[in-house]
């Protein structure tokens, strides 16, 4: 079990610039989550893959947030003119296909938008 | 909808002594519970859940967390805090009603555990 990574940890960004994070499951996990999470507060449900179809949207996330597992593998999570607003730790996380499960996390990705 | 409460943004103890966070829900169906804790720098790590059976299940580290279906509560606890236990901790809930994977997580405890 090699866990869950994702790239890059850091991303500075200019207000109006795309950025895309990457995140590699444990591989034998189906079950691919996106959080966000801001300083103080716990982590916010953003979006979740079974393999390769993303299964639920949070109503929260604006159009300009976008993310894909195109192979049932990694995910991406682009992000399209990126707002002072967005800057947080991105985390992703995986789990075994059992509601049941629990999730293992990545480290996060931590962006600050200038 | 699913929701989380932790209603304590800070928990002290001295070592040694017995801990308690808090944390209640709110679900249409069976609730799948767990508590995950973040230490300073690093990932969010697992550390128990309750899905069906006896109230008190036990977790990693010594910790152990009691399920209380009329008070909607999970709690977690030790019986003696140490001073690594000092990090935040979070309580998360699933919704067994709609058969989804969402999961949604309180807001955050922070234990410190004194010397």
């Known amino acids: 079990d090699t866990g869950v990574s994702q790239d890059p940890r850091h991303k500075i960004t200019k207000r109006g610039q795309n950025v895309t994070f990457r995140c590699d499951p444990i591989?034998?996990?189906?079950?691919l989550y996106w959080y966000r999470q801001t300083l103080g507060q716990g982590p916010e449900f953003l979006t979740y893959?079974?393999?390769?179809?993303?299964?639920?949207k949070s109503r929260l996330l604006s159009d300009r947030f976008s993310a894909e597992r195109p192979k049932g593998s990694f995910s991406t999570l682009e992000i399209q003119r990126t707002e002072q607003g967005d800057s947080a730790m991105y985390l992703c996380a995986s789990s075994r296909d059992r509601v049941q499960s629990e999730q293992y996390f990545g480290p996060g990705t931590r962006l600050t938008v200038t | 909808a699913q929701s989380v409460a932790q209603p304590e943004d800070q928990v002290n103890v001295a070592e040694g002594n017995p801990l308690t966070v808090k944390c209640t829900y709110s679900?249409?169906?069976?609730?799948?519970l767990f508590w995950y804790v973040q230490y300073p720098n690093r990932g969010l790590q697992f550390l128990l859940k309750y899905i069906t059976g006896d109230n008190l299940v036990k977790g990693s580290y010594g910790f152990e967390a009691e399920f209380n279906k009329s008070q909607t509560s999970f709690h977690l606890k030790k019986p003696s805090a140490l001073v690594s236990d000092s990090a935040l901790y979070f309580c998360?809930?699933?919704?067994?009603?709609?058969?989804?994977?969402?999961?949604?997580f309180g807001a955050g405890t922070r234990l410190f555990v004194k010397a």
């Open positions: 893959f079974q393999n390769e179809a993303q299964l639920e």
């Open positions: 679900v249409s169906g069976n609730p799948y």
């Open positions: 591989s034998e996990h189906n079950r």
């Open positions: 998360a809930v699933r919704d067994g009603g709609t058969g989804g994977f969402k999961t949604i």
